[in-house]
């Protein structure tokens, strides 16, 4: 028909603000959107804080409670006990070191990774940028990241200050890197588990279960250097273990650092990243007909 | 008043897997990929079957929409009726982005807000101060767009003494009226709502019809109401399709989509017939054979004019002697199903108990009931002590009254509109100069 023509026509003339259709580019981040709703992100990351402190006694204070009361049992149990060697670093601050980066690292990823099941309800409900969600989730655990920083400065400043026997280097610049490795990294291991678990959520056994192996594999409670040669390459491969170790030599002087393995753990970052935006992409759109 | 399209839904489909997901699941998934890569289609996607919850279906997969075709301008208040798995809230849930269809497109101007339930996102550890901020956002305002109706919301929930109390401290009422607030001062062009005016009190249910009329005739806001209040529908929408296992099987206006919907499976609308059926109506009693509606002039009738009488006529049997009186009474519906009222003879003009077959008729007089459609209710009781119930077909005879816009012009000439109302009698005025 010479009509429809005409339509077609017609049709492309208007300027429609939104097509909703089957198909649409699993690479496209739609990050407008999501900048316009960064109010929403604000409110997220505020809610996190107020709703997982209300009604406790202690309130905020937990966020320091947590590192040093797990920093003390790691020094009664691998260091007295166990007796791992910590390199001649003294043993409160190279755990601190470590459970400081592993909590944010290990909370980023626990957290992303049952946004889709903890939101269900909501998702269901009303449409935002999914991407709000882990992102909001980031950003409260690099607060918290922040305050439990803090508490790790205070503590190093008093062995390098009084007692003396740390020795920080110029690499301690390389810290906001490391964050911000850390903090893409989570999010994108995260959105690959949060994207598979609203199917299978066999994932979600696993999970707790990886994430503890997970931080064996990486010189929390032990230094890199601790590990026999024929070994090395397995813990090198775990894209955490250099971050770890780069925060430490530059903190502490002890340690192990390469710009290539440095390099390694970016690139793995970056591609578990896109990864992880391709699954959640594809999921984001669907969920709600599997969850 | 044409206003532009502002949302343009093309063959919009839908297809859901049923069942528990296990471990058959991967092996789908696989198969589904393997097809992908080969360019071939979705192997499952085949099979889709109409979805009728009812009937036992042979494929794990249905369709739960199918070809869904409408378009809505700027200002429209459209309105989805449907049963329960008809298929509305799959396609409510398409058109705000939750889900993606399985086929087809839509396409929207502007700006779309969906209101599927009242407080999403609502914290109980929250003071409502916050929870309106995280609902708004939620719902797409930016902060200093609450922030500039904070007020107004405030005000329009009437929860000011309490809005800085965590919301797990509110009643329900107050709970729901909080987040309704923030919805109706939501802004967006294209306004989608299901269902969430079942809750509350009269007086706030009224307080967000009334709101949402406003919204749609003064600022020209589209909206989608999704409901299963009749009268609701009839009032707010002026447009309404039906769904029906997934299809649109009516696209027109509010109170014709309405009486189809009610009317749906009902056929012989004016007339009823057991005389040849070997199981009729009734009990031990009594029995109906037939019932139907006529004109003045004995001609049977479903599509009756407003100033013509016409007579609900019934047979009947009373089967055994009994020292009840047996009474054919009538019940009138309008078309929402609301009780009108209902009608019986005197018991002291009809016969005691005696077997026979009898005939009843009830003379509506013309001018009494006002255009529309109504259903009959035809039942025959025995009575005595208490109310023996021999048969009731509810919504039995079903008949439309219309109004020849010709000949009667004395009673509509200065109406614009409908004249509201189930009835409308002719009554004695006395109008006279006082001053």
Known sequence: MSDSKENIGLENAENWTEVISPSASLFDLRLKEVWRYRDLMMLLVRREFVATYKQTILGPIWFFLQPILTTITFVLIFGKIARISTDSVPMIIFYLAGITLWNYFSDSLNRTSTIFKDNASLFGKVYFPRLVMPLSIIISNLIKLGIQFILFLAFWLYFFLVKGNVHPNIFLLLTPVLVVIMGILGLGFGMIISAMTTKYRDLIFLLTFGIQLLMYATPIIYPLSSIPLRYKWLVLANPMTSIVETFRFGFLGSGYFSWGSLLYSIIVTLIIMGIGILIFNKVERNFMDTV | MMGDILIKVENISKLYRLGEVGTGTISHDLNRWWAKIRGKEDPFARIGEVNDRSIKGESDYVWA?????????????????????????????????????????????????????????????????????????????????????????????????????????????????????????????????????????????????????????????????????????????????????????????????????????????????????????????????????????????????????????????????????????????????????????????????????????????????????????????????GIHVSFYEQHGLNITITEDMDNSFARTSNHGGEIPGVVRPFLNWNTIKTK
Not at chain 2, 73 to 85: A, E, F, T, Y
Not at chain 2, 180 to 202: N, T
Not at chain 2, 349 to 373: D, H, Q, R, S, W
Request: net charge neutral.
């Open chain 2, 65 to 385: 929409l199918q070809d869904i075709n409408f378009e809505l301008r700027r200002g429209d208040v459209l309105g989805m009726i449907g049963k329960n798995g008809a298929g509305k809230s799959t396609l409510l849930k398409i058109l705000s982005k939750i889900t993606q269809p399985t086929t087809g497109e839509i396409k929207i101007k502007g700006r779309i807000a969906s209101l599927l339930e009242v407080g999403t996102g609502f914290h109980p550890e929250l003071s409502g101060r916050e929870n309106i901020y995280l609902n708004g956002a939620i719902l797409g305002m930016t902060k200093m767009g609450i922030k500039k109706r904070f007020d107004e919301i405030v005000d329009f929930a009437g929860v000011e003494r309490y809005v800085d109390t965590p919301v797990k401290r509110y009643s329900s009422g107050m709970y729901v009226r909080l987040a309704f607030a923030v919805a109706a001062f939501l802004e967006p062009e294209i306004l989608i709502i299901d269902e969430v005016l079942a809750v509350g009190d009269a007086e706030f249910q009224k307080k967000c019809l009334g709101k949402m009329k406003d919204v749609s005739d003064r600022d020209g806001r589209t909206i989608i109401f999704v409901s299963h209040s009749m009268p609701m529908i009839a009032s707010l929408c002026r447009r309404a399709i039906i769904l029906k296992n997934g299809r649109m099987i009516f696209d027109g206006t509010a109170s014709a989509a309405v009486h189809h919907y009610q009317n749906a499976g009902k056929e012989n609308t004016g007339f009823l017939n057991f005389i040849d059926d070997s199981r009729k109506p009734g009990d031990y009693l009594g029995e109906l054979l037939q019932a139907w509606v006529e004109d003045m002039n004995g001609k049977m009738k479903s599509e009756l004019l407003i100033n013509e009488g016409f007579k609900v006529v019934i047979r009947y049997i009373v089967k055994d002697k009994t020292p009840l009186a047996p009474l054919p009474n009538f019940h009138f519906f309008d078309q929402f199903g609301q009780y009108i009222f209902v009608s019986s003879p005197l018991p002291d003009k009809i016969t005691l108990g005696i077997p026979g077959e009898y005939l009843a008729e009830c003379l509506i007089p013309a001018n009494f009931f006002n255009v529309g459609y109504f259903s009959i209710g035809v039942a025959l009781t025995f009575h005595h002590s």
